[in-house]
């Protein structure tokens, strides 16, 4: 069975900060694999999301992640926080015709 | 852009009784899920449908649950017997196709009590 691990819980930045959020993931075979973000009272949108080609995928709002096969991570990143970027990030794996498996998610706080 | 959408937003009942929470998925998505959320975990599957029937279900979406697509536009999850275990937050989702990303949802926060 697939399984999505997130490491830091909270997050805490103070704006234009570089952040970068863990996830690795646990399975063998092809994954497709994506980062959802949900804003304060708002539902769970795509960030981004990677299928296959360029290991480096870039999303909304200035958003990458990284596929590192090697090390079954999909790493989030941007080079400088806003303030309008606290929301609970939450990564995703699906594999084949598997459903979606959530890692935890992280919570991000930026504060201005 | 078009958007799942929910009703309601917030759904208070007591232990034992039956609740229906309801779902639009987008309008041209062929596939539609029901993910579940307790507060302080991680967010959990509970069914996809497709082609009017469930097309794979998870351990927590026992008998007490069941999915209804009525007409063409509403998706629907009743839990028949509601317990205090069955607080969360449930979130409808749909794709267009298996492997296409989901859309969410702004979520339905179901207490019981």
């Known amino acids: 069975a697939q399984s999505v691990s997130q490491h830091n819980h909270h997050v805490i930045l103070s704006e234009a900060a570089s952040l970068e959020l863990g996830c690795n993931y646990s399975?063998?075979?092809?994954?497709?694999l994506f980062w959802y973000v949900q804003y304060p009272g708002q539902h769970l949108q795509l960030l981004l999301k990677y299928f296959s080609g360029d290991p480096l995928v870039k999303g909304i709002k200035g958003f990458e992640a990284e596929f590192i096969k090697s090390k079954f991570s999909f790493n989030l990143r941007k080079p400088s926080v806003q303030w309008s970027d606290t929301a609970e990030y939450f990564c995703a794996v699906n594999s084949g015709y598997s459903t979606l498996t959530f890692g935890k998610g992280t919570m991000l706080l930026v504060s201005p | 852009e078009p958007e799942v959408t929910q009703t309601p937003s917030h759904q208070v009942t007591q232990m034992g009784q039956e609740v229906i929470l309801r779902c639009v998925p987008i309008?041209?998505?062929?596939?539609f899920y029901w993910y579940r959320q307790i507060l302080g975990q991680k967010v959990e599957f509970l069914v996809s449908f497709y082609n009017n029937e469930i097309s794979e279900k998870s351990e927590i979406f026992d008998d007490q649950f069941s999915v209804e697509r009525p007409d063409g536009s509403n998706f629907t999850l009743k839990i028949r017997s509601t317990k205090l275990e069955d607080s969360a937050m449930y979130f409808c989702?749909?794709?267009?196709?298996?492997?296409?990303?989901?859309?969410f949802g702004n979520g339905t926060r179901l207490t019981v009590t």
């Open positions: 989702a749909s794709s267009l196709g298996m492997e296409s990303p989901l859309h």
């Open positions: 309008s041209n998505h062929l596939y």
């Open positions: 399975y063998g075979g092809t994954v497709n």
